[in-house]
């Protein structure tokens, strides 16, 4: 059984930096891509960010790019999010998931995950 466990979260002031984690255990976690989504209360989750299993492939939501930075370390079966100047609107509930393969250009959509963390609070306060 896979398990996803985040962690990172929490209060921050707009224009701060939050780095989150993801260890995962349960299966050979090099061998899958992962992503980083959110949601807010009353909206549909959405895609952040991806990365393929090795890392040479990223992709990020337009609100991500520039500010947000999706990386892993296979060693230590942990995905992370690095987030700088962040703002209120990216406050929500933060979850990584893990893929089916080790890539897939459809991995912007929830059906490609087979695996889903708690979530991890993020509040920007302005």
């Known amino acids: 059984q896979v398990q996803l466990v985040e962690s990172g979260g929490g209060l921050v002031q707009a224009g701060d930096s939050l780095t989150l984690s993801c260890a995962s255990s349960?299966?050979?976690?090099?061998?899958?891509?992962m992503g980083w989504f959110r949601q807010v209360p009353g909206k549909e989750r959405e895609f952040v960010a991806a990365?393929?299993?090795?890392?040479?492939?990223?992709d990020y939501t337009d609100s991500a790019k520039g500010r947000f930075t999706i990386s892993r370390d296979n060693a230590k079966n942990t995905v992370y999010l690095q987030m700088n100047s962040l703002k209120p609107e990216d406050t929500a509930i933060y979850y990584c998931?893990?893929?089916?393969?080790?890539?897939?250009?459809?991995?912007?959509?929830?059906?490609?995950?087979?695996?889903w963390g708690q979530g991890t609070q993020v509040y920007v306060s302005s």
């Open positions: 998931a893990a893929g089916r393969s080790p890539y897939n250009p459809a991995w912007r959509h929830d059906p490609w995950y087979d695996y």
């Open positions: 990365i393929s299993s090795s890392g040479s492939i990223t």
């Open positions: 349960g299966r050979t976690f090099s061998n899958y891509g």
